[in-house]
């Protein structure tokens, strides 16, 4: 749990960001170290944990379309959070809820085996560079983790747009009896990222790749 497997950002937090992380009404969590109770805080929805959700523009569609799912997004980054809680307040969303801190930490401490329905990841830090390749989410160590904090059938979805990183991907969880799948098309339900589009402007491809808790 000592490997950082974020990049750190450091974004100015405008005015209706700050206005936003000030408001006290728990939809943002705190980051404490205790068990989440997921049926009370999501009424009883099965909930889907969004790892990184950068302004939180997809987040808040997806939380729109399917309100009898619950999310839990979870972010490093503060102005994001802020546009994600904006972002829930003005459409009355009352499916999500956001936790400021690394998703890794808050499943090892404050999730419960199995509490997950699934898991999103959508265009995580690629880490390029071959010393930093300890750094992707993605591990056999980190695939296990999440494992024990899903639910049998439930799923892992996951974006990208680094071919070397799907390659990683599917040898990890390939190799995982805890998971199940491989390259999907891409999902028309998934709404287009930031990330994302900045990718395809580059000409870089993109891969959804869909996984299925065994056991």
Do not use: C
């Amino acid at each position: 749990m000592n490997i950082r497997t974020y990049k750190p950002r450091r974004w100015r937090v405008t005015r209706g960001q700050a206005a936003a992380l000030a408001t006290d009404d728990a939809l943002l969590l705190p980051m404490h170290g205790q068990l989440l109770d997921l049926q009370a805080l999501f009424d009883n929805r099965p909930v889907v944990m969004e790892i990184g959700f950068g302004g939180g523009a997809a987040t808040a569609q997806m939380a729109a379309a399917y309100p009898a799912i619950g999310i839990l997004a979870v972010d490093v980054h503060t102005a994001g959070i802020g546009d994600l809680l904006a972002r829930i307040r003005s459409r009355q969303l009352t499916n999500v809820r956001v936790v400021k801190g690394d998703a890794l930490l808050l499943a090892h401490t404050m999730l419960a085996a199995g509490a997950l329905a699934g898991i999103r990841l959508y265009f995580p830090d690629p880490w390029p560079k071959t010393r930093h390749h300890k750094r992707r989410l993605v591990t056999a160590a980190n695939s296990a983790l999440l494992a024990a904090h899903t639910q049998p059938n439930g799923f892992w979805h996951i974006a990208t747009d680094w071919a070397p990183y799907t390659a990683q991907i599917l040898n990890v969880l390939s190799a995982s009896p805890q998971w199940a799948g491989g390259v999907i098309a891409r999902p028309e339900d998934r709404p287009f990222t930031r990330f994302e589009n900045n990718a395809l402007r580059a000409g870089r491809a993109i891969t959804d790749l869909y996984y299925i808790r065994t056991g």
